[in-house]
């Protein structure tokens, strides 16, 4: 129980601000209650970002209003300025600075993480580090990028990454549904999800629980309650690996 606390309550937070496939891989991550460290990291971003737009107010406002002040006293304006009209200016210059978009900005990512984790379970990083290893990603298979024609579809394949992460957000975090059925003599099983699933793409080796399937296909419904569909052919042995998906079927509901 101490155990769990000190995985999920102080280290997840942390490791809550890195995309989910990172995260995943971190030693320890079985021992997190993702959800609740994704609501302490929202809430801790949230308030860090509160506090430091104060500070940064006061460090810059009060600067400003006492220079703009003691200039007007000394007739450096051509025209007579009101304190009134010195604070606009100041005012200005602060909602127009960089240093407060940073911060408002980080508030803002703050309550959608927040939310995101308490109400709908949905355990977002920080976009900026979501960029990252998406970037990292086109890096490391920058062999499959020979041609302008694959260098845009790979930055189709990122701007549609962000689009079904923000699919998957507007939607309640539901259990998969599991869909079996047969072809040709073959088991197929189709996925069916409220959330996307990182790095699932044709045709990868998937295990799920005790058996080795193929992923054939994926796709999504947009329309529907488990937009990300994924069907999956049974193969009849296979070799555990590093590029091998790993699925357990948990508390999916099976439909036949």
């Known amino acids: 129980m101490l155990g769990q606390f000190f995985w999920t309550f102080l280290l997840g937070p942390v490791a809550?601000?890195?995309?989910?496939?990172?995260?995943?891989?971190?030693?320890?991550?079985?021992?997190?209650h993702w959800e609740r460290a994704g609501a302490v990291s929202g809430l801790l971003e949230l308030t860090a970002a509160t506090i430091a737009m104060g500070y940064w107010y006061f460090q810059?406002?009060?600067?400003?209003?006492?220079?703009?002040?003691?200039?007007?006293?000394?007739?450096k304006f051509k025209e007579g300025a009101t304190e009134f009209q010195i604070g606009g200016a100041a005012l200005a210059v602060?909602?127009?600075?960089?240093?407060?978009?940073?911060?408002?900005?980080?508030?803002?990512?703050?309550?959608?993480r927040l939310f995101g984790a308490a109400f709908t379970e949905d355990v977002l990083g920080t976009f900026p580090l979501f960029l990252l290893e998406r970037a990292i990603f086109l890096v490391r298979h920058r062999e499959r990028i020979r041609s302008d024609e694959d260098?845009?579809?790979?930055?189709?394949?990122?701007?549609e990454g962000v689009h079904h992460q923000a699919l998957g957000a507007?939607?309640?975090?539901l259990c998969d549904e599991l869909h079996y059925s047969t072809e040709a003599g073959d088991e197929i099983l189709e996925i069916w999800a409220s959330r996307m699933k990182d790095n699932w793409d044709p045709p990868k080796v998937t295990h799920v629980d005790?058996?080795?399937?193929?992923?054939?296909?994926?796709?999504?419904?947009?329309?529907?309650?488990?937009?990300f569909r994924y069907r999956l052919?049974?193969?009849?042995?296979?070799?555990?690996?590093?590029n091998v998906l790993i699925y357990k079927t948990g508390k999916s509901v099976v439909k036949f």
């Open 16 to 32: 809550a601000l890195l995309p989910e496939a990172w995260r995943r891989s971190l030693p320890g991550s079985d021992r997190v």
């Open 60 to 75: 810059i406002m009060t600067p400003m209003i006492s220079s703009g002040t003691e200039a007007a006293l000394l007739g």
């Open 94 to 112: 602060f909602a127009t600075h960089h240093v407060t978009w940073i911060f408002a900005y980080a508030f803002g990512e703050g309550a959608v």
């Open 151 to 159: 260098l845009r579809r790979n930055l189709s394949s990122l701007v």
């Open 170 to 173: 507007r939607r309640p975090r």
């Open 210 to 227: 005790e058996t080795y399937y193929r992923l054939e296909q994926s796709w999504v419904e947009k329309d529907a309650e488990r937009p």
């Open 233 to 242: 052919r049974r193969l009849e042995a296979g070799v555990p690996g590093r």
